[in-house]
């Protein structure tokens, strides 16, 4: 997954990242570790079964270089019954190697030099990466914590849009806050994106997994947005997959191929036999994935009212595997931000977590902002969560 890579930028050097060094010192420590958002439990056994079987019957080779029509066909399916949304599986959709290289593939095709890409700030780290790949600007629009959630600024948003702006990449449910983006905020990106007629390309790997009755709505499937949106998502974070990365895009037949003519010189294709069993996955798996919903919702509550016992400002997320908490209370000489106290705290109390300026340009308004705060991931099981929660009662307060 990008969070474990190092991030490689054109004329850089590939450098261990925050994920891979606080990993690392999770792993030495034997720390409860609450850092890396991957699940220790997989997915589903008849999913896993349908991809032994088609290594037996021999889908080993090549697939499609749009992915099987199976798989096509069913994700088209999924888009029809969750949100209305209609797709020729012939032309409108493409399978990718997970999300990450749907992400890629669409910003090397879509954008270049002299171009501006705007996203929310904190985001994702492998969105800042592959826009650094395609050479266009990187700008950000603040998802600020207010009233116990985190709010896109409208104003801040109408500001970052402007006429270089050619693509708005958006991410909702959104890691690593855990925001669902509501209706209204949905429209707002919507409004500036007709305004200076940029695409819209929507990260929606976490689209299943939103709790307490929130909604996720896809921006394709707001008035006239389909035309101008490239929608991507993945099986690993809805089935429990995340290492067989199948992923896809899907949009508008044009983009789609252009999208494509970048995949093709990346990968080709890939995961020939988990390409059917995700297939039927999708077609047959509501209840695996609202049974997963379910015990995410629950060990999110365990993980929520701990960190807020022992003494953190934790928000509650409407959906992801994220909760983000204001560390201030703990930070002191040693620590003086949520940076130090991520990397002091496996080997200090053994629990690992993810300072939130690792999802921030540094130096930033919001990197300043966040500076104290860190994440937490609750897609563990409930012991190693009850763990944590008990090894960080013995943290001193600082002050
Ligand atoms: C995990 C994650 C991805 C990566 O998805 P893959 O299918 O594993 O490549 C993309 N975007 C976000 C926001 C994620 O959290």
Known sequence: MAEASGLAVPGGEARPTVF???SALALATGAANLGQGFPDADGPEWVRELAVQAIRDGINQYPAGRGSRALRGAIADHQRRHYGIELDPEREVLVTAGATEAIAATLLALVGPGDEVVTLEPFYDSHAASIAMSGAAHVTVPLAPNDGGFALDAEALDAAVGERTRVILLNTPHNPTGTVLTDAELAAVAAAARRVGALVVTDEVYEHLVFDGNVHTPIAALPGM??????????????SLTGWKIGWVSGPAELVDAVMAVKQFLTYSGGAPFQPAIARALTDGAGDIAELRGSLAARRDVLVSGLREVGFDAIVPGGTYFVCADATPFLGHETPDGAAFARALPAAIGVACIPVSAF?????????ALANWVRFTFVKDEATIRTAIDRLRGLPRSG
Request: aromatic share 8%.
């Open 226 to 239: 389909f035309e101008r949106t490239l929608t991507i998502s993945s099986a690993g974070k809805s089935f």
């Open 360 to 368: 921030c340009r540094s130096g930033s308004p919001t990197a300043e």
């Open 20 to 22: 891979a060094e606080i």
